[in-house]
């Protein structure tokens, strides 16, 4: 029964999370976007302690449920594993826990966080190492069905779904996702939740608490006869059946091996004295982990396929498609305070990635700020109704803004180019850029000021300029734009 | 002699046919009058014994006031030939032909120009099936390439005309849209300095064109030109552009355009019947706003939308008839349910359609035909996708004037979901820079630039939801 729970909990889980990361229209997220907030690691670095407050309780009393309900990496894996089982029965056994593994990659983290060295968060976090999966590997499949549903409801005039871009945000952050799940899936086919009891910071930070949960699996000696069969279904390999003893560090609580027990030897139950259990020393580590490690260091590079100029018929002309320019600063969206504030914070989940309805936000190429998201005007601009990522960020690296605030947040300024500009170049009217601006930032002045008459030429007041790369996306020059957004470090308000 | 009569004359003269068929109509035949001007099904529940004509004051033709019009005919792929890529579908002319025959049209109307050129050869082969005498044929000399503009390429162009209609001579002959282009000049060009319009003049004496008369758009120096040489010239006909929006909004649609009203008028008061064009404007009087069919409807439930616009036009006793250029037989059904007999419009009907025009003015379209003489814009702007999109909006009922409508989250979504479906996103209306190259293209005279930059904002205070 405590089994089923579990599996229907984390069923409802996992598709919640998973949700999130394919919805592109903000649905799922006005209702369940709280899901994300819970996740351990974002909680930490957005500092919202009733979260963290309220995982702790939660370890204390049930154990390392969060392992095995919340985390979707944990839950991924519970999937890879029942396949796995299903393969080989029994195929588990225990280990002696790594413990010096487990705590140094805990400093590691916690010496990343306090230096600020985010890549090694955001390759550790078990809750962004599977957003990262979802938005690069499962979103592309779950829009190109959208657009499937999108071309059948054009065709029965209904408007209820719209087709959507599918593009390649991010090289690395999908060679690091495709490498995360390769390992994943053979390690926990293999042996269950290695990954969870040698790496995961979360599940040793869970796990030290966890040995003192008021509720846990026990073994009863005077019904128990040593046949080792709970040991064999563990995918934490923390029953050690010959002494009837469980390492509660490592135990996720799935309540697998009370149901496996044929002599219902063992039962979820009130702890009663302090336990004195875990392994001591270290066991010899498996060539799976030492795989895991080299793998994930190594982070292969794919070729961003950049969009063709588009072939069209007769009566259309070509269009180039556009070129991201070279920036001195990144920008980063509005509630992102500054760009220290979002790389200090953000874990490189990729929600807000997913989230973006105007493609705009994609995963950084740049080694400091590696898969955190950074804003760029090819394909669209920041738009003034639009505060997706703001809402959905559960790591406070992007906080909450209003749409007023957000108009009046100076992200970047515009910088003009005069050698694209088309009035100078084409010798015709345009002031495309003046007439999208959202805050009267672009003015049109004469290109010769001892002629009134001549051609109009964009001057920007960076003053009121927020950033928001209307101009740039709109500039009919291209591929680059005559005039482009450099990203202000800090954000300031007008 | 003609010319002796009055307008008053004139117009009983006129009138008298179709007054006297729908009086004799009005309560002698029941079952008749069940079926006749409502929805028809199919041409056959209409009955064959029931068209109004109206008599030609110069030659006594007996002319059906539903007169065919010979430029949309059906491909065999099912498209009208001005929109599909695939040739005449011959058999489908024959058989409505055949139907609006037997149902009492005898005016069928067609141009060297219709169809690519290929209109006038497949109505030819409708119309020898039939007995010569038993329909009225006219084309014109649509001579507006400056190649053949010489003297014997336009006398070319209308002997292949008697050849291609299989006739020894024509019924109704038009000079052919005076007034586009450079207005007098082109005029001058194609019909004075070569000597047509004396040929054409020549050949009505000879009996090879029977009526002499000119179609006009545009420029109304040239019809006001043509009008005051009538006694010179003697038009037996002319044909214009009326429909109860042009009656008083012809400015408002097209600035180029002057209201049917005044056309109209002057028409009539020099005793020259009108044959009238565009009953429909351009489909766009058939394909209303939702709020307008409902209006329309409610008045008259079992009529459709298109027959109040033929109802209008002929209404007016100066009009001689009425073309339709009917691409499928449903279009024939309907309009045959129109005028199988026509039911005039009451004074009172006819104020309703006023009110309607000045309805339909508040949420116009834009009168963009597709023509694409805009592309490509250089800039890469789908225009008359961006145009027709807003349309069909403007007539489907989703473009929400403020965000308190009822229905203004489905309305907004209808707009910019098929927004994205109609035009691909670098090809919509914030991409247009206002450069101003398209606009001397239209021959609507439509502003391009100024109403791409009214729709892009009005996406945009959708988007925002600031409307």
Known sequence: MLRKIRIALSAAAFATVTLLFLDFTGTA????????????????????????????????????????????????QDIFGYFGKKAKKNRYSYSRPLNWLRYAMLAVLAIAIAAGVGAVVSLLGPYSAYGRMAQTLLQPVWMWCNNLMAAMAERVDSYAFYTVDVWMKGGITLAVASVTLIVLAILSWRNGRTYCNTICPVGTVLGFLSRFSLLRPVIDTSKCNGCGLCARNCKAACINSREHRIDYSRCVACMDCIGKCHKNAISYTVRRRPATDSGETAAPSDGARRSFLAVTAVTAATAVASAAGKTVDGGLAAITAKQAPRRRTPIVPPGAVSLDNLTERCTACQLCVAACPNGVLRPSTDL?????????????????????????????????????????????????????????????????????????AILMVASDAANPESVKIPVVNTERCIGCGACENLCPASPFSAIYVEGNERHSLI | MHKDINRRDFLRRLGLGGAATAAALAGCDNVAEKTAGKLAASADDIPTDRM?????????????????????????????????????????????????????????????????????????????????ESFFIATKLSNFAPETWPREKSIAMYRNSLKELQTDYIDYMLLHAIGMGEGMEEYENRYVRNGMLD????????????????????????????????????????????????????KEVNPRNTDAEYLYNELASRGIPAIIMEPLLGGRLSNVPDHIVSRLKQREPERSVASWAFRYAGTHPGVLTVLSGMTYMEHLADNLASFCPLKPLTDDELGFLYDTADLMMQCPTVPCNDCKYCMPCPYGLDIPGVLLHYNKCVNEGNVPRSSQDPGYARERRAFLVGYDRSVPRLRQASHCIGCGQCAPHCPQSIDIPAELHRIDNFVEQLKQNTI
């Open chain 2, 199 to 250: 040929f054409l003049m020549k050949e009505r004496e000879a009996g090879r064109i029977r009526n002499l008369g000119f179609s006009y758009h545009g420029d109304i120096k040239v019809f006001d030109y043509l009008l005051s040489r009538h006694d010179e010239y003697k038009w037996d006909f002319v044909q214009i552009q009326l429909n109860y929006v042009d009656w008083k909004h012809a």
């Open chain 1, 368 to 440: 400091a700020r590696l898969m955190k998201p950074e804003s760029s005007y090819e394909r669209g601009y920041c738009r003034p109704e639009c505060t997706r990522c703001s809402e959905v960020c559960p790591a406070g690296a992007i906080r909450p803004i209003s749409r007023a605030d957000k108009s009046s947040t100076r992200i970047g300024h515009a910088v003009w180019v005069k050698a694209n500009c088309v009035p100078l170049t084409d010798g015709v009217e345009c002031g495309n850029c003046a007439r999208h601006c959202p805050s009267g």
């Open chain 2, 52 to 132: 109004t004509y109206r008599t030609n004051p110069s030659t006594g033709d007996k002319v059906s006031l539903l007169g065919y019009g010979c430029m949309r005919w059906p491909t065999v792929d099912g498209s009208s030939v001005r929109d599909g890529e695939s040739d005449i579908d011959q058999q489908m002319v024959n058989r409505l032909v055949d139907t609006a025959i037997a149902h009492g049209v005898n005016y069928f109307d067609t141009s060297p120009a219709y169809c690519k050129g290929h209109s006038e050869h497949a109505t030819g082969i409708a119309l020898a099936r039939h007995p010569r």
């Open chain 1, 29 to 76: 997220h006005r209702w369940l976007g709280w899901m994300a907030k819970i996740q351990f690691l974002p909680a930490l670095m957005a500092l919202n302690i009733g979260v963290i407050a309220g995982l702790v309780l939660l370890t204390l009393v049930f154990g390392r449920v969060y392992c095995s309900v919340i985390c979707p990496l944990g839950v991924m």
